[in-house]
């Protein structure tokens, strides 16, 4: 029974050391802070929830400067909250 116990805190031992050499991998992320982007190119939307993209309606040079504005701020955005140095030329 003994050998049992043992064996059992073994585990428990190696398993907590393997989470807690992991966790700084949790907390190794970049800054999460919202990154200021400029949407006054495009129509504002009203104070009502919308159940579909409102944005999906759009068309021509519009539809252009909302698509652009979206990459632009997943470039900016993605990178810096999964902790990349990564710059990207709009």
Do not use: C
């Given at each position: ?27 190794a992320h970049g800054d999460v802070t919202p990154q200021a982007i400029d949407t006054s190119g495009i129509p504002q939307l009203g104070e009502e929830w919308a159940e579909t993209n ?37």
């Amino acid at each position: 029974m003994k050998g049992i116990v043992t064996g059992k805190v073994k585990y428990l031992a190696l398993g907590l050391l393997a989470s807690s050499a992991l966790a700084g991998n949790v907390w190794a992320h970049g800054d999460v802070t919202p990154q200021a982007i400029d949407t006054s190119g495009i129509p504002q939307l009203g104070e009502e929830w919308a159940e579909t993209n409102p944005y999906r309606e759009l068309d021509g040079d519009t539809r252009e400067e909302v698509v652009r504005i979206g990459a632009s701020a997943t470039t900016k955005i993605v990178p810096a909250a999964m902790g990349l140095k990564v710059f990207l030329a709009e």
